[in-house]
């Protein structure tokens, strides 16, 4: 000891003579210095003479060890350390204190307790238990260490060589990475193991790993992570759906009361790729001259009853999502597309509607039933389109369908409602290779889109004329710019950004209420019953008004909203999804894009604090964020560029500039 220092001594500790400050309470005294004059400054010199070889080779063997725990165990005796030391060495010196005192100190030791300066035999249950707690820590840092090897990787090992406990932290990373777990509620292994690879600050540099590592889709959606749409449709449901394609030539309860139509010229108009058909229209000519519309949607409902399997699988997904890669139906696909869609050339179950309009647009008729039905073709809209704009004489019925809806578009554009067709871009992707799809607005599109407008109206009315709870669609007034500020504004997407700023979203609830920008009194989806769980249900509530000796019964308002309420939180984690999907494909579009820069319009501003404003890239028919000139006004034409991008860290940062500027 070289100096006291309070509570603590100043030491020169071992054969290197180190100097240490340790509590008093840590240090014990092995044995006294054999001479009162001299005080050796370390191991190894007088009086100390021994070296660190010697303490090595007098070391005890295990045997040796074992014999003093029998007769310590048997005697029941406690020993002081120089006793112990005569017991194991036959020697009391100091080298062969020290050199029991080591030993009695190594963590491995399992036979004794050396404890205030006494040492005594573990029992036999303490030693197994000591063993095993020591063979747990060694196989737990075995096993983090295999995984820290793996974490640290820079090639891609395969997953299946993981450990199921290392593939249970993959799991629980992919989550981390999406925001649906925070860093507190991981492990504290594995917060360890982000810790010490600096990876516990940033989910986008975990996501990165992850994919580095060949344990994450880079494109793999975070919002879809623990979604009902992670998993696909389970065997349960599979079995269910081969049940019923196997039974859909069956009988069913209401065939019989079924109206054939399956003589009526009626045709399906979809683009091109679309396989899950819900709708069908026809024209009737009336024996006055009169022109009948008629509106055949398919009839999920014959077979998917309520309750079942797939009937609360599809409630828990809300809707059919269309994704860049892909649709993730409601219903399983070979439903969807087959049994349930409205095939061309086959006799199909279906609810029909017929609407009669005069000169003004006005209904002055309408009916609803279930039918059969038979599509004489599929239509693509250019097909449709060619059809409305050359009007053949021995297919006219197109031409003159557009013509009626036509005048039912005027109706509602008379009556407020607001029409902002414009080009639609959106990406696609086919073999992880984004492009950029544009939709634009034709004739047979708007046809197309009058007659659901048209049938939800009529489905909307005759719920209110029923007293039927149904799933209405309402809007509520807004106050719109005034027709001068409008005027002042650029014909298109500017002027559609000034109105679309001031309109409220869209409610869904059991009471009609009026719809702003569709110009009409009551309204309620009901064409989509393959795509839209809502839309199901207004036909399960006409099937049930109609068929009152069926069983079925119409659900009462209560019953409705209970349901509606969890079809619209699934509608919500569903457009979240597909917001998700879409921004992250634009991402990687501008990642294979990001040398080249566009025209683009100012629309509006969305926080004029941060300079972010709204623009569109006319040539790619999108809308995007970006960072844009102080002052700009509505109309404005700048110069799109990449200022950064990472589709993997979820970042896209664009910068518009006055033309002629960079």
């Given amino acids: 000891m070289l100096s006291e220092q309070g509570s603590k001594r100043r030491l020169s500790v071992g054969f290197k003579a180190k100097e240490q400050v340790l509590p008093a ?10 001479s009162t004059t001299d005080v050796a400054g370390r191991l190894g010199v007088f ?24 007769l310590l165990s048997e005697s029941n ?18 080298l062969h204190c020290a050199a029991t005192w080591l030993s009695l100190k190594d963590e491995e030791q399992d036979l004794f307790r050396f404890k205030q300066e006494l040492i ?7 030693i197994r238990l000591r063993r095993q707690e020591r063979r747990r820590q060694q196989l737990q840092q075995s096993r983090f260490q295999r ?28 989550r981390f990475s999406s925001g649906g777990l925070s860093l507190n509620d991981l492990s504290t292994e594995l917060r360890q193991s982000l810790a010490s690879l600096r990876l516990d600050q940033n989910r986008g540099d975990v996501r990165e790993r992850l994919v580095t590592l060949g344990q994450l889709d880079p494109h793999q959606l975070t919002s879809m992570a623990s979604s009902v749409w992670s998993n696909g449709f389970n065997a349960e449901h599979m079995a269910e759906a081969e049940r019923l394609i196997q039974s859909c030539m069956e009988d069913q309860p209401g065939d019989s009361e079924r109206t054939d139509l399956t003589d009526q010229a009626c045709v399906t108009i979809d683009d091109s790729e679309t396989r899950d058909i819900d709708d069908a229209l026809g024209l009737e000519r009336l024996a006055d001259q009169q022109l009948r519309i008629w509106i055949h949607i398919a009839d999920p409902g014959r077979l998917i009853t309520p309750g079942s399997p797939l009937d609360l699988e599809a409630r828990r997904r809300g809707s059919s999502l269309y994704l860049a890669r892909g649709i993730l139906p409601m219903f399983p696909t070979t439903l969807s597309t087959e049994v349930f869609s409205l095939q061309a ?10 609407v009669d309009l005069d000169s003004a647009g006005n209904i002055t008729a309408s009916g609803l039933c279930r039918s059969w039905v038979s599509p004489r073709y599929r239509l693509t809209y250019d097909d449709a389109d060619e059809l409305i704009d050359f009007a053949p004489p021995e297919e006219a019925d197109l031409s003159d369908l557009h013509a009626l ?24 992707c086919r073999n992880d290779h984004p492009t950029v799809e544009i939709t634009e607005p034709s004739p047979s599109r708007e046809m197309v889109a009058e007659a659901m407008i048209l049938c939800g109206t009529v489905a909307a009315s005759k719920g209110i004329e029923n007293a039927l709870p149904l799933p209405y669609r309402s809007q509520l007034p807004a106050e719109l710019p005034s027709a001068a500020e409008l005027e002042r504004l650029a014909d298109g997407a500017v002027r559609f950004a000034a109105i679309k700023r001031c309109l409220s979203r869209g409610l869904m609830g059991t009471q ?12 309620t989806q009901a064409t989509s019953p393959i795509r839209r769980y809502s839309d199901l249900l207004v036909q399960r509530q006409f099937a049930a008004m109609q068929t009152p000796d069926g069983g079925e019964t119409p659900l009462v308002t209560e019953s409705l909203e209970a349901i509606l309420r969890d079809v619209e939180s699934a509608i919500r984690e569903g457009l979240s999804i597909t917001r998700e999907d879409q921004r992250h494909w634009q991402q990687v579009w501008f990642e294979h894009h990001s040398s080249e820069r566009w025209s683009v319009d100012f629309l509006r501003w969305l926080r004029p604090q941060e300079r972010l404003g709204l623009v569109r890239i006319e040539e790619l028919a999108i809308d995007l964020a970006a960072t844009c000139p102080s002052g700009s006004e509505p109309g404005d034409a700048l110069l799109l560029e990449v200022s950064g991008v990472d589709s993997l860290r979820d970042q896209l940062n664009l910068v518009a500039n006055p033309q002629g500027v960079r």
């Avoid at 309470?25 to 054999?34: A, V």
């Avoid at 005796?77 to 010196?93: K, M």
């Fill in 120 to 126: 005594s035999p573990r029992s036999l249950q303490e």
């Fill in 512 to 523: 009609p209420a009026a719809h702003f920008s569709l110009g009409i009194p009551a309204y």
């Fill in 25 to 34: 309470r840590q240090i014990s005294l092995i044995t006294s210095n054999p």
């Fill in 77 to 94: 005796e406690t020993l002081d350390l120089e006793d112990f030391a005569d017991l194991v060495h036959g020697s009391r010196d100091a």
């Fill in 147 to 174: 995984w820290m090897t793996f974490l640290s990787a820079k090639e891609n090992p395969e997953r299946r060589e993981l450990e199921p406990l290392h593939r249970e932290w993959i799991e629980q990373l992919i």
């Fill in 47 to 70: 009086p100390w003479g021994f070296t660190e070889d010697d303490l090595k080779s007098i070391s005890l063997k295990h045997r040796d060890w074992g014999q003093a725990w029998v």
């Fill in 345 to 354: 050339g086959r006799r199909n179950a279906a609810w029909s509607t017929w």
């Fill in 405 to 428: 809806l036509a005048i039912r578009r005027q109706w509602r554009v008379d009556r407020g409602a607001l029409l902002m067709d414009l080009p639609e871009g959106r990406i696609r």
